[in-house]
């Protein structure tokens, strides 16, 4: 490798830190200013299903942005490979994600009034997108040359595999089955108590679940038209900003609704939806 290039990765992983630094202090403080609510909801005699997807999405991404700072100033490769960290970053980012769509999940399963056949469509959809997800990222893995820079350690690849967007594309897949399940649940709303729409889409956190989407179609062109060294980055990006947004759209409805544990648990048999239309529709009749 010349000198040419040596610097400019080395330049690149340094404009990396700056930025992975930024995010983990945004992070920290979404958290600190969500802090009051973060407790009364985790504090419980017992753990459900929200509880726990919602712990995995809103702490995990420290742990996902301590692996690829380590990995931008990892010295040597005798304690840790590089590609064992890209490993680490990999498993944490999908738990990270599969967080984040499991709060999606259920809130569209609570929407429908916890109608066992749209969470079965939700799940098959998984199933399948997440074995998909596991043959892609072994072939992306394999193909994937990690090496250790030669001025100030750090990892990095110059090798392009437009591969890497695949698995984002997953997600964007099931974002977008997400968002039109949520679509047709609100038109049917709107047409059957003539709600206004609007108010519909604000009070459903419709455009919670278009962020998120957004975040991934983004994501995916960067892999596209970047190299790996900065597309990944994005990648982790997206990951932290996505987190955030799903458990800011949990904790919203966690706040308004009385019956947040039981409709995550599937005992109640109406959703927070028919709640707030009913409300939007008293408003609007006002």
């Given amino acids: 490798m010349d000198l040419e290039t040596s610097i400019d990765i080395s330049t690149s992983l340094r404009s990396q830190n700056y930025f992975f630094v930024s995010l983990a202090f945004f992070w920290a403080y979404d958290c600190f200013l969500t802090l009051d609510q973060e407790v009364f909801l985790i504090h ?48 944490a980012s999908a738990f990270c994600v599969a967080g984040a769509e499991g709060i999606f999940v259920l809130r569209t399963y609570a929407l429908w009034g916890n109608k066992k056949s749209i969470l079965g469509l939700m799940l098959s959809t998984i199933l399948c997108l997440a074995i998909a997800d596991v043959i892609m990222t072994i072939t992306i893995s394999s193909r994937l040359e990690l090496q250790l820079s030669d001025m100030g350690g750090g990892c990095y690849s110059l090798a392009y595999n437009k ?49 998120g989407l957004a975040l991934s179609v983004i994501n995916i062109v960067t892999i596209e038209w970047l190299p790996f060294t900065s597309s990944d980055m994005f990648g982790t990006f997206q990951i932290v ?33 028919t709640h707030i239309e009913l409300q939007t529709c008293s408003h609007s009749h006002a």
Wanted: hydrophobic fraction near 45%; charged fraction near 10%.
């Fill in 44 to 91: 419980g005699p017992t753990w459900k299903k929200g509880r726990i997807l919602y712990v995995m999405a809103r702490y995990l991404p420290a742990f996902v942005l301590s692996i690829h700072l380590y990995m931008n100033y990892l010295p040597n490769e005798n304690f840790m490979t590089c590609k064992t960290l890209h490993s680490m970053w990999y498993c």
């Fill in 163 to 211: 591969m890497a967007a695949y698995p984002w594309t997953l997600l964007v897949i099931f974002e977008f089955e997400i968002i039109v399940l949520t679509m047709i649940r609100v038109y049917w709303a709107y047409r059957e108590r003539g709600c206004l729409l609007l108010d519909i889409l604000v009070q459903h956190n419709i455009f919670y679940f278009a962020t």
């Fill in 241 to 273: 900003m996505h987190t955030i947004v799903v458990t800011r759209m949990h904790l919203q409805f966690c706040s308004t609704s009385p019956v947040c544990d039981s409709s995550e648990s599937g005992t109640t048999s109406f959703s927070q939806l």
